[in-house]
DNA sequence: CGTCGTATTAAGTATAGACATATTTTTGGA
DNA sequence: TCCAAAAATATGTCTATACTTAATACGACG
């Protein structure tokens, strides 16, 4: 009794070999089945999961065919800094910089998709690694979720409060590089205009803005994953 | 008669809106089931699928609960050079730089896992949009995988031969910042010292060391994805 | 010659029942 | 009291069968 995580790896097994060359139309589910030895609602499950992943391109009375040309995508784990720091084995520490009520600037109001320019919280502080500076958290807060007096970021870093306060949310996600300014400069003790790996998070809960948020890390940071 | 698409997304409003909070344990499948009206299976498959996308933690005997940090996962599509050009609607072109075996840098070998500093196959090339530079491609190849006969590359991108020749490959992938150098600089016609965005891929297949590449766009690049 | 409806096909899914497997809990001894 | 063996339990999975749905092929008809 095979398993369809079994059959899973025998089939892209011939992907990966080239038994299945890409373009290629490959058996019926049902034929397959008999092959390989299994139901058809295992190998169902089986093909159905290479689809998932690109793989496969299925179609109904189509069939199914290798995909020609995959959109190859990498999956990063997007992990609290805190964390991030102590799977490297290092101390953690964190400094609250400001914390206070302003104006943001018309691309966060855009980005929260706020229609007035309405006061927002905005907090900004400094992660440490072994005493060394590590991100800066550069952040714009919904005043209504997150009002001082309920969330206080002096001993608990925002990002980690938000991630236990609306666990699961959605928004948007962006990688880049941006030369270190004066204030990114004083915080990392890094070179005017060093060359920093920057996030940007945006983040809505049902509908509602929650947060914008600049990640800055030190220079050398590298956001690592397996293909 | 309710799909598991149906009963997944039923259930992940659950989580979102608290009514099923991070940390607390949620009935079992056979409950579930009858609750939502379908077969354990159903539920099973549904269920499932939360726990791969990291909402729920599953283990046999001790239940179902709803995961308390989640580690956020965040999917980026790389997709190839020129595909990427044309769905910003813009006109790709593609000049070849150099092409020639040299001794590559010890990093290099370190990333590829060759033992002796053998002589690689370097190609550098500039990918244009709309005419403006968009991307310079730095590329060591293994020659016996792409030797110089086979794989020309004044036409095809080197990055575009790859995707067609070994279209299902494993590697690492990592997202960095880095500084403009001279060669940079003259390809992207940026300020020295300028902030970009690179992306280093180091590839195998079946074990063998095929290429290990540098991807270096213009000032202003940003990788965008959805949560 | 086109085009509209129908038959066919392959994947998508649901279900009940059975068994497998990993843990936890309980129990029975030393 | 403590530990090992046994029972209990929730998820993991397989199977056979049946039905649904989307897309294609094809033939009748204008």
């Known amino acids: 009794m095979k398993s369809w995580q079994t059959v899973r790896a025998e089939a892209l097994a011939r992907i990966r070999s080239g ?3 890409p373009g290629e139309t490959i058996p019926r589910e049902a034929d397959l089945a008999e092959e390989f030895g299994c139901a058809r609602a295992t190998m ?11 793989y496969l391109d299925r179609r109904r009375k189509g ?3 290798v995909a020609a040309m995959p959109v190859r995508k990498a999956v990063f784990e997007i992990p609290v800094i805190r964390q991030q720091v102590e799977q490297r084995r290092s101390t953690h520490a964190y400094r609250l910089v400001t914390d206070r009520l302003t104006t943001p600037p018309e691309a966060v ?6 229609g007035s320019r309405m006061q927002l919280r905005r907090v ?3 992660h440490l690694a072994d005493g060394k500076p590590f991100c800066v ?21 925002a990002n980690e409060w938000l991630v236990r306060h609306v666990t699961y949310s959605t928004g948007t996600l962006a990688f880049y590089a941006r030369p ?4 990114l400069v004083r915080l990392l003790k890094c070179a005017h205009g ?3 790996f920057a996030i940007d998070r945006t983040t809505f809960d049902a509908g509602t803005p929650i947060t914008s948020v600049t990640l800055t890390y030190a220079p050398g940071y590298r956001m690592e994953t397996l293909m």
């Open 63 to 65: 069939g199914t065919r």
């Open 194 to 196: 060093a060359s920093l």
């Open 44 to 54: 169902n499950r089986a093909m159905q999961s290479l689809a998932d992943e690109g």
């Open 124 to 126: 900004t502080a400094l």
């Open 137 to 157: 958290e550069d952040r714009w807060l919904n005043p209504a979720f997150a009002p001082p007096g309920e969330a206080d970021f002096a001993e608990v870093s």
């Open 19 to 21: 038994a299945w060359p």
């Open 109 to 114: 109001c855009a980005a929260l998709k706020f």
């Open 180 to 183: 270190a300014n004066a204030a």
